[in-house]
């Protein structure tokens, strides 16, 4: 069998083992010694042990529990509602102004958890019920906060951006800094559609309560201390004083004595589900992590990935068309799974490919995560329309995705805007960190 059949076979047994609903890190693992076993013989299981370890073998895999935490710890408090009363203060007046404020809080709760379900679910919890109550229309309410949710993979600290860098060993500061402009472009382009929409339909949903400066000014006291805290961590990685796992972890501490300060967690049984979700979710992705490496380890010991990467070569696409067709392999394997594992299985295969043809791969994980945030609210495993049904159960999926269907596009018209102006994506780490050699 020739190695690229070999691609195709392993492809669509990973897609089907992984489609069952078993645990990705064992889907991931099964499959990988599966084929080193019948293709290599069974002396090569003397190396899966090794293998697995020294994918953990990483000192900045350590940023991946903190940066959790902190978004653990946030989540947790009333930071989030917090948040959303501050900008709703704030943005009353507008036009469409409270999804304006719902999109605004969901971009600054994504740069503090760095989570897209738990964006979703901390901003969706307090602000779909609001937006219906004022007579939004449910399809837009549902689908702007699952888009807005989305950000939490974009906006820095974003663990999907720590992922492709441990895998690409990419600079994981140039590629958090490379998701600013693009995180603020689609924030914007969210906010644009909405405002467009009510104008469109004639609807009036300015919020009829006013707010003085004394009730505006009164809810930063609690917001402002966290948002200090992303100015820090943005600070201690990019000012040259601490590694991505050192700002990980003075960021998590910082948002664990804020909220100890704020909202009064500091006893027990108020820490435990914090740390408890934090490991759970922390083993999870350490272990996807260690069994992603030993799929890579297969993918290369049977030649696959060099073989894949010779044959697109031979083929002389234009860098562009090339481009294209990777964007839709992207887009159709996040509809299914979830972006770790898209970029874990994925990278090894693409990265050769796509520097190659002459692409930054700085530039290429915006693209890579801009793809899936659109798998995040779409079909079969969209994981934010499911959260999003969960707070509103009354909401058909049906609606929550044609109300997403707008921000989607959105999304497209982002990624377009990129290809067009990669400097969004590339300019403000040159300018930090200098330009990469």
């Not at 999804?99 to 709760?109: K, Q, T």
């Not at 100015?231 to 700002?247: F, I, K, Q």
């Not at 990777?326 to 490919?353: C, D, E, Q, S, W």
């Amino acid at each position: 069998m020739s190695e690229l059949l070999l691609g195709i076979l392993i492809g669509a047994v990973t897609t089907l083992v992984l489609a069952s609903g078993i645990p990705i890190a064992f889907g991931l693992g099964a499959v990988a010694i599966s084929f080193l076993v019948i293709f290599e013989g069974a002396g090569s299981l003397e190396i899966i042990a090794e293998t697995f370890f020294a994918g953990l073998d990483n000192f900045t895999l350590s940023s991946i529990p903190m940066f959790i935490l902190m978004g653990a710890v946030v989540a947790s408090s009333r930071a989030a509602g917090d948040l959303y009363e501050a900008m709703e203060r704030w943005l009353y007046k507008i036009p469409a102004g409270l999804i304006v404020a719902n999109l605004g809080a969901c971009a600054v709760f994504a740069a503090l958890s760095g989570s897209s379900p738990a964006t979703c679910a901390a901003i969706g919890k307090m602000g779909i019920p609001e937006m219906r109550r004022r007579g939004y229309p449910a399809g837009l309410a549902s689908g702007a906060i699952g888009a807005g949710g989305t950000l939490g993979i974009l906006i820095p600290p974003s663990l999907t951006m720590i992922l492709y860098g441990i895998q690409t060993e990419t600079s994981i500061g140039r590629l958090f800094l490379a998701g600013v402009l693009p995180g603020l472009l689609l924030t914007s382009l969210f906010m644009c559609w909405s405002i467009f929409y009510c104008w469109h339909k004639g609807y009036q949903f300015a919020s009829k309560d006013r707010y003085s400066w004394r009730e505006k000014f009164s809810c930063l006291p609690k917001t402002l201390p966290f948002l200090a805290i992303v100015v820090a961590v943005l600070y201690l990685l990019y000012g040259g004083v601490a590694t991505p796992s050192e700002a990980a972890g003075a960021g998590a501490l910082l948002c664990l004595i804020v909220a100890a300060g704020i909202y009064k967690i500091w006893r027990a049984a108020d820490l435990w589900p914090i740390l408890r979700d934090t490991t759970r979710d922390s083993v999870m992705i350490l272990m996807i992590i260690a069994t992603s490496i030993l799929f890579s380890y297969m993918l290369s010991r049977l030649y696959v990935t060099q073989s894949l990467a010779l044959w697109i070569a031979a083929q002389q696409f234009h860098p562009w068309v090339l481009m294209l067709w990777v964007n839709l392999l992207l887009l159709v394997v996040g509809f299914f799974l979830p972006p770790a594992a898209v970029i874990l299985m994925t990278t090894p295969i693409l990265l050769p490919i796509i520097t190659s043809a002459g692409f930054d791969p700085v530039w290429f994980a915006v693209i890579m995560t801009i793809n899936m945030e659109i798998g995040l609210i779409t079909p079969p495993v969209g994981l934010n329309l499911y959260v999003i049904h969960g707070i509103a159960p009354d909401i058909r999926l049906a609606t929550i995705l044609w109300g997403a269907l707008p921000f989607m596009l959105a999304m497209v018209l982002g990624i377009i805007i990129l290809c067009i102006f990669p400097s969004l994506a590339t300019w403000l780490p040159d300018a930090v960190m200098g330009v990469a050699r």
